[in-house]
T-cell receptor
């Protein structure tokens, strides 16, 4: 049990819509990272937040955005959904003093039709 | 550019046999290296990590991995496979705050 939760577990959207995915980190974990895991692939780094500011970004367009809140929760927002956005979205939290140790949530499965 | 290659997308072993999952990395600087396991419908769980120091790293559930700089490898081993080891395994490298994962190896354990 990692203590990292994500909601919802599954989500179905249509192309062009917007979606918000949520993550609740372990208490005291002030760094959160988001990943996209397409079917049969490894997770791809989207971005990381630390103290409510973006602290690094992978090769994802600006329509992928995030928020981090003081209560250790965070959001991933995706605008103008495309079919290729269908994937498992994972969040992972860590302590800033030990960002190498990430604790992953179970993920949100997003299907875009 | 940093990358991770996992050789063999599917590996099958008999229960009690040696498990060997291969991982090679490409990096211009010494990386931090990780192995994660993912069970169906779950997130990733850290098995072990190498940052600095001893190149043979022991992790949870009897797994271990050896960092070989000359071979740019970080292969995962376990002396005796259990049925509960059946899962997807991911090798990863980190540079600063960015992680790069391999495409994964699905381990099947045959009774």
């Amino acid at each position: 049990e990692t203590g990292v939760t994500q909601s919802p577990t599954h989500l179905i959207k249509t192309r062009g819509q917007q979606v918000t995915l949520r993550c609740s980190s372990q208490s005291g974990h002030n760094t959160v990272s988001w990943y996209q895991q397409a079917l049969g692939q490894g997770p791809q780094f989207i971005f990381q937040y630390y103290r409510e500011e973006e602290n690094g970004r992978g090769n994802f367009p600006p329509r992928f955005s995030g928020l981090q809140f003081p209560n250790y929760s965070s959001e991933l927002n995706v605008n103008a959904l495309e079919l290729d956005d269908s994937a498992l979205y994972l969040c992972a939290s860590s302590l800033v003093a030990d960002t190498d140790t990430q604790y992953f949530g179970p993920g949100t499965r997003l299907t875009v039709l | 550019a940093q990358s991770v290659t996992q050789l063999g997308s599917h590996v099958s072993v008999s229960e009690g046999a040696l498990v060997l999952l291969r991982c090679n990395y490409s990096s211009s600087v010494p990386p931090y290296l990780f192995w994660y396991v993912q069970y169906p419908n779950q997130g990733l769980q850290l098995l072990l990590k190498y940052t600095t120091g001893a190149t043979l790293v022991k992790g949870i559930n009897g797994f271990e991995a050896e960092f070989k700089k000359s071979e740019t490898s970080f292969h995962l081993t376990k002396p005796s496979a259990h049925m509960s080891d059946a899962a997807e395994y991911f090798c990863a490298v980190s540079f600063g705050n960015q992680f790069y994962f391999g495409t994964g190896t699905s381990l099947t354990v045959i009774p």
